[in-house]
């Protein structure tokens, strides 16, 4: 996730809906859907943790947030992209790396 993180911060989007298009974002995806960060509980905790600052999140608190960004893009097109463009993901990549550099 380090790797991810760091690789999603270093690159300049200029177009959040074509997000999808960056290897990057790509592989936050697929780490999401398959690299056992998956929160099959997402729904219960997201508006609780959706309340903190994004600087108080653990890492588990950070998986449910991004589980819920890209499992709700899925029946809501444009979630990943308005959570690029708002600066909520990259905040979540920046507070993943903090989590990191603290181990």
């Known amino acids: ?14 177009d959040p809906a074509r997000w999808f298009e960056d290897a990057h974002y790509a592989a936050l995806q697929c780490h999401v859907f398959r690299g056992g960060i998956w929160d099959a509980d997402f729904r219960d905790k997201i508006s609780r943790i959706r309340e903190k600052p994004i600087r108080a999140l653990s890492a588990d608190e950070i998986n449910t947030y991004l589980t819920f960004i890209f499992c709700t893009d899925r029946t809501q097109e444009g979630c990943v992209e308005a959570h690029i463009a708002n600066g909520v993901l990259p905040a979540l990549m920046k507070r993943t790396l903090e989590l990191e550099e603290s181990k």
């Open 1 to 14: 996730m380090k790797e991810i993180a760091q690789a999603i911060l270093s690159t300049k989007l200029m």
